[in-house]
């Protein structure tokens, strides 16, 4: 079944619990919650979290990682002692996120991939090793699709669904895509089956990066391709504070959203 919610990083620089305490205040009861500094990962911190999710009858779905910028560099670059390293740090998420009782982690991956020095093959490797670290505490790695990233093209995403088959899961960013002037849709169909968890904004020509309902983007075909591949996740509304003017905004995005998946009551979309 699938639920709409926000992302707290929408609130950005507001610090993380004031974010989550506001947002519940305006009536959102799922989350992606975006971290954004290492204390942030300390268990009281998480606990406090939970604490507030818990009271309000919340859920968070997915975790986003503050080092989503390096992790070209703790993951993916070719120094192997740093890679296992990375590796050992990333665990601090997953029991962060297992915490939380979320069940996706948002990656990155290798930015500036053109001139880094790691094949597409050792890509794979790298995310495979990180994929199953992940499922030893209940998560999912899911690669989202980044301008400037190695994943930011559709061809792409394909050959590594091929490559890794059910050892692999994706996150759709609508304004990733269209920044990196590849079809949202086309991105979509790419990740296919694996995908499992959808950052929601919008956009028109020359703003890339909008509220839903705000842009001339189609959730009536976003949608139906959910329909027909039986998407069994979950969508959050993701955009930056310089994106709207009024917080109240935020809630009429998700209302407009409501709307749309009422058509498509074979999802069986709950309220």
Not at 55 to 72: D, L, M, R, W, Y
Not at 253 to 270: G, T
Request: aromatic fraction near 14%.
């Amino acid at each position: 079944m699938m639920r709409l919610g926000i992302s707290t990083a929408c609130l950005y620089p507001m610090v993380t619990e004031e974010a989550l305490d506001r947002l519940l205040e305006r009536g959102f009861r799922l989350f992606e919650v975006f971290f954004n500094t290492v204390s942030e990962l300390e268990p009281g911190y998480v606990e406090g979290l939970r604490r507030r999710l818990d009271k309000a009858g919340a859920e968070v779905v997915s975790i986003h990682p503050f080092t989503s910028a390096f992790e070209v560099m703790l993951l993916f670059s070719d120094y192997p002692r740093r890679t296992e390293d990375g590796l050992a740090f990333y665990r601090r998420y997953f029991e962060t996120a297992q915490r939380l009782g979320a069940k996706f982690l948002v990656l990155h991956g290798q930015r500036n991939y053109q001139k880094g020095r790691i094949t597409e093959e050792e890509y794979l490797e790298r995310y495979w090793r990180l994929y199953r670290l992940g499922q030893e505490y209940g998560i999912t790695v899911a690669q989202e699709n980044v301008v400037q990233f190695r994943s930011e093209r559709a061809a792409f995403i394909q050959r590594m669904r091929e490559a890794l088959g059910e050892e692999c899961a994706f996150v759709l960013d609508l304004k990733q895509a269209v920044r990196a002037g590849e079809d949202p849709m086309e991105m979509c169909r790419a990740m296919g089956e694996r995908l499992c968890h959808l950052h929601f904004n919008d956009h028109l020509p020359g703003q890339d990066c909008l509220l839903p309902g705000k842009g001339g983007f189609s959730y009536e075909t976003l949608f139906q391709y959910l329909q027909e591949i039986g998407y069994p996740g979950k969508g959050v509304i993701e955009v930056y504070r310089g994106n709207f003017e009024r917080e109240e905004e935020l809630w009429e995005s998700l209302c407009y959203l409501r709307q749309i998946r009422q058509k498509f009551d074979k999802l069986a979309f709950l309220p």
